[in-house]
């Protein structure tokens, strides 16, 4: 069996050309990263990968929350408990996200053609806020309507309350199960592949022999990872 | 050094930080994944055994009409006359008032009335109508609805004046005392009798279809009222107790939405501005949330990073691997 040569017309392949584009922008090697710049060595960085699983935490018990319906937690011991899950694990999303942004913040994480990174981030959690409180006011007890009937004034008094009713119940859960949370899962893939592409943020050089120091490897098997990143990138 | 040349110096700068040219170590970021993974659901668990979730249950209009009868038909013949909250709220539920503004931008009044509301009709009059076998309420009803503007004030005024003196009866009606009230005389205690039987809340829910999940009526009915404020206010929620960013008991609440509650705690907010608070606050975390998006484009903001030195302590060791 003889093989076939591709045509010269695959080169104008819509296919190929987003393929060869996704390849050059994120390689296997840097998309899924088995080495990492020795600066990043501080409990700063644990707050991102925190910040993600209690986001994939929330969509596990969403989900489950989801699948039996928006009644099931009041009137069973089981569904109250993923609802006491839902809610602490919103908790721990935010106070995880505001301590990494605040981190990202002092290492002025955008330095280096990562503003994106900065914006996507940022977008993440001003999308996370109305994601969780269509949330609270689809909780259907008296949280819900306090809620709903007092943040209905801030809506109303800039237009949205016309087309997003705090008090119609199928429309705010509707966002808080669907529109929402694709939002905020598509925000925060694409800031996880900005942060693989771009890499994390070097530290300041502070003197000139550091600038020295940070431009050239720590040793002979640093020398070997880096190298082989490099031709990566 | 000219503006220039400054400009060129810090985008030079900026671009040397591109790629890192020093050393690595190995990582894995799957098992790093994993293990956080597991670690956050085994917390959420122990939170969601130690903590639950709070789960207080909603005031219907039964459970108000029975708890405070005298404050139910209060705020319903405030409903009749539309001097209730939603009655003279305006967009998007009636055309009484503008809404709120800041100088000549009038949001609220520009995307108009979208989910209209007329309280006289959707909460006292049309569920009274919706009452059979009693012609002397439906006779009552037409009385009133036939009566002049001038005459239903009358009636109405004289009513919610005598209701400031009035008391719930053992039975759960309410005694005040007689005056020239109309038919209100005998609407009211009917509403009042509907409302306790449970007959209101399904009646605000009846739309033209059999499935039903907007609850915009019967909430600005309640909200009206003063049984869920009481609620709220018992249960630190009230607007100035920094409102709905707590959650009834000792939860945590909406802790991320301080900073827009803040602003509903202090002057001029809650004085000058108070007619057109909410605008004034969604304006202020509008242009917030802005500067936040943009923080590496803005001048002195981006560079407070440089000039405090909190990165000397998160890249310490680096910074000590250096020097040695």
């Known amino acids: 069996m003889s093989v076939t040569q591709p045509p010269a017309e695959s080169s104008k392949s819509w296919t190929l050309r987003v393929r060869e584009r996704a390849v050059a922008a994120l390689p296997p090697e840097k998309l899924l990263a088995d080495k990492q710049p020795t600066y990043v060595a501080s409990w700063i960085y644990v707050f991102g990968v925190l910040s993600l699983t209690s986001l994939a935490v929330i969509i596990l ?128 893939v694409i800031h996880v592949l900005l942060v693989r592409k771009h890499g994390v943020v070097p530290p300041f050089r502070i003197s000139e022999r550091m600038a020295a120091f940070q431009s050239r490897p720590a040793s002979p098997a640093d020398a070997d990872l880096s190298s082989s990143h490099e031709v990566a990138s | ?127 009274l109508r919706s009452i059979p076998g009693d012609p002397t309420l439906q006779n009552a009803v037409s009385t009133y609805q036939n009566a002049s503007a001038s005459q239903q004030s009358a009636w109405t005024t004289a009513y919610e004046k005598a209701l400031g003196n009035a008391s719930a009866t053992a039975s759960g009606a309410i005694s005040l005392k007689s005056g020239n009230y109309g038919p209100l005389n005998v609407m009211m205690p009917r509403l009042l009798s509907f409302a306790q039987s449970g007959g209101l809340d399904g009646q605000l829910l009846t739309s033209k279809q059999f499935y039903q999940t907007d609850y915009t009526k019967p909430l600005l009915f309640i909200a009206d009222g003063g049984l869920l404020a009481n609620r709220a206010d018992a249960e630190h929620l009230s607007g100035d107790q920094w409102g709905m960013m707590n959650e009834t008991g000792s939860y945590p609440g909406q802790v991320w939405l301080w900073l827009y509650t803040f602003w509903y705690q202090i002057k001029p907010f809650t004085s000058s501005w108070a007619a057109n608070a909410d605008i004034a606050v969604m304006a202020v975390m509008g242009v917030l949330s802005l500067l936040f998006v943009c923080i590496p484009f803005l001048p002195v903001i981006n560079r407070i990073p440089r000039w405090i030195p909190v990165y000397r302590l998160i890249w310490r060791q680096h910074y000590r691997t250096a020097s040695s």
């Open chain 2, 1 to 127: 050094m000219t503006w220039k040349e400054r400009r060129a110096a810090a985008r030079r700068e900026d671009a040397s930080y591109e790629n890192w040219s020093g050393g690595y170590r190995p990582y894995d970021l799957v098992k790093e994944a994993s293990i956080a993974f597991g670690v956050i659901l085994a917390l959420t668990v122990v939170l969601a055994i130690l903590f639950s979730s709070p789960d207080e249950k909603p005031t219907t209009v039964k459970s108000w009409a029975r708890t405070d009868p005298v404050d139910f038909v209060t705020t319903a013949t405030t409903e009749l006359d539309g001097s209730s909250g939603t009655g003279g709220y305006g967009p998007p539920y009636n055309h009484a008032a503008d809404g709120q503004h800041i100088g000549p931008i009038r949001l609220q009044k520009w995307f108009g009335v979208s989910h209209p509301v007329d309280t006289a009709q959707d909460f006292v009059l049309a569920p």
């Open chain 1, 61 to 188: 018990t969403g989900s489950i929350l989801t699948l039996k319906g928006p009644g099931w937690w009041h009137f069973t011991g089981i569904g109250h408990f993923f609802n006491s899950m839902h809610l602490w694990s919103v908790e721990l999303f935010f106070f995880f996200m505001v301590i990494h942004l605040w981190g990202k913040y002092w290492m002025a994480a955008w330095r280096g053609g990562r503003k994106r990174v900065w914006i996507t981030g940022a977008v993440t959690f001003l999308v996370a806020v109305p994601c969780a409180l269509t949330g609270y006011v689809s909780q259907q007890n008296f949280d819900a309507q306090w809620i709903s009937t007092q943040a209905k004034d801030a809506m109303n008094s800039v237009g949205i309350g016309a087309f997003f009713n705090l008090l119609n119940f199928g429309q705010m859960y509707s966002y808080h199960v669907l529109l929402l949370p694709v939002a905020v899962v598509a925000l925060v």
